[in-house]
């Protein structure tokens, strides 16, 4: 079967396809053949960067999630033809992911999908929508009656996040550093605030904000909330990943809180009811770009370059 391999740190120029071996179903592992991927910022950090760590299995095939059918099954649970989707807790990192036409995948990663969505959109959903909603829900706490910021907003994850909030009834703002993106927050509905300079401005507050820049933004974005009010922090957009110097006991505003996400343990609840509220709300994923496998390089290429929402990859077949 076709699969990109990586051994070292690779250029996007460099990215191939080669024939690697086909695995097999083996008790807790399920073969799935996959339909769809979206690509994602972290796989880009895997392979500039990231692959060196002793933690990365290599060679590697990369990808954190997709979406696909079960090929082979010794699992009582799953069965060949069920539609299912898979993402992180290693996939990718500590065994084969996603950028292959076959993947391996354990039982306790592998989650059934009942959506309405076709298999293009679906392949927009599983890491971006579970981050959005983990972020949101379980580390914002987010109701319909909050003011939400989603800081680097133009991004899939942001996308996501503003199409949830939205569809909750929330009120939405989210943030560009490239004034010819607003229109991408207002098109959905959202409030636009620009910036540029990494300070929000002057009497801007929220009393929930979703940082997704970072560590170059979250000390401005906790001035920025109402007393009682939380930033979850789930992007490095901004490139820097530690905060140096933080002083929690005097850059964490009283009464307000901090928080993150990471999104390396979701569960078949969760991704139902995720499948469900995007049923149930119409939610169409954003997707940016869509490539074929054959073109994986190119569709690597376009994420250096940057893209306007979710890149999403489909098999050829
Ligand atoms: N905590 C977790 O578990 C978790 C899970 C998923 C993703 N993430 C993180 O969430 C972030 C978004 O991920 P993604 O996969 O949705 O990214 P993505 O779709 O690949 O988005 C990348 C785009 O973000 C845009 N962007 C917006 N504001 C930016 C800024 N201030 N600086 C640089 N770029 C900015 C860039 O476009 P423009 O510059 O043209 O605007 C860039 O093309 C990443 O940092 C990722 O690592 C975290």
């Known amino acids: 079967m076709k699969a990109v391999v990586l051994r070292d740190i690779t250029n996007s120029d460099d990215i191939v396809l080669e024939e690697i071996i086909r695995p097999k179903a083996r ?81 306790n990663r592998l989650f059934h999908v009942n959506s309405a969505l076709d298999m293009e959109h679906l392949a927009a959903v599983p890491e971006t929508f579970f981050t959005a909603w983990g972020s949101l829900f379980e580390s914002l706490d987010l109701k319909s009656s909050d003011v939400l ?33 607003m229109p991408l927050i207002t098109d959905l509905g959202c409030k636009a605030v620009l910036d540029t300079e990494y300070s929000l401005p002057e009497g801007f507050y929220a009393n929930k904000i979703l940082e997704l820049i970072g560590p170059k933004t979250l000390r401005d974005s906790l001035s920025h909330l109402y007393h ?5 922090h789930t992007g490095i957009l901004g490139g820097e990943y530690y905060l140096n110097s933080f002083d929690p006991i005097k850059e964490i505003p009283n009464g307000c809180y901090l928080t993150g996400f990471f999104s390396n343990f979701p569960t078949q609840e969760i991704m139902d009811a995720i499948f469900t509220f995007i049923d149930n709300h119409n939610l169409i994923p954003f997707i940016g770009a869509s490539f074929p496998f054959s073109c994986i390089k190119q569709a690597v290429k376009a994420q250096e370059r940057g893209i306007d929402g979710k890149i999403v990859v489909m098999m050829d077949n």
């Open 27 to 107: 008790k807790g592992w399920v073969l799935v053949k996959i339909a769809g991927l979206g690509l994602n910022h972290s796989e880009l950090v895997l392979r500039v960067n990231e692959i060196r760590a002793d933690y990365i299995k290599k060679p590697i095939v990369p990808g954190i999630e997709c979406v696909g059918t079960v090929e082979e099954s010794l699992d009582y649970d799953f069965r060949r033809g069920d539609v299912v989707c898979s993402l992180m807790g290693g996939l990718g990192r500590n065994f084969n992911g996603s950028y292959e036409e076959y993947a391996l995948l354990p039982v």
């Open 149 to 181: 910021l989603v800081r680097g907003a133009t991004c899939a994850l942001g996308y996501a996040s503003m199409q949830i909030a939205k569809a909750l009834g929330c009120q939405v703002y989210g943030t560009t550093h490239k004034n010819a993106k």
């Open 228 to 232: 009682g009010g939380i930033v979850c």
